[in-house]
């Protein structure tokens, strides 16, 4: 079945959830997860530094932006004050 987000394209953004005949829930997609997480990984295997050098970082997918982005920093990493 094919979806989009509400706020792209809202004829694709809309579900009904039904039961023997009866409606028992409705609403909008406002945020999913891609169906290919094959991709994902490639996307993230050739993700690079913003300075163009091609060092191996770890890396994430935003699923609201559709961008592989830098992790963050576990909090353990953070130096207290």
């Known amino acids: 079945m094919p979806i989009e987000k509400y706020s792209v394209l809202p004829q694709l953004g809309r579900f009904t959830l039904r039961d023997e005949g ?4 409705q609403g909008c997609i406002t945020k999913y997860k891609p169906a290919n997480p094959a991709s994902l990984v490639k996307k993230m295997a050739e993700a690079k530094i913003a300075d163009g050098s091609s060092k191996t ?6 699923s609201e932006t ?5 992790a963050k ?9």
């Open 22 to 25: 009866k409606t028992i829930g």
């Open 57 to 62: 970082i770890e890396s994430v997918y935003d």
């Open 66 to 70: 559709g961008q592989v982005v830098p």
């Open 73 to 81: 920093k576990p909090m353990e990493s953070i130096a207290e004050e």
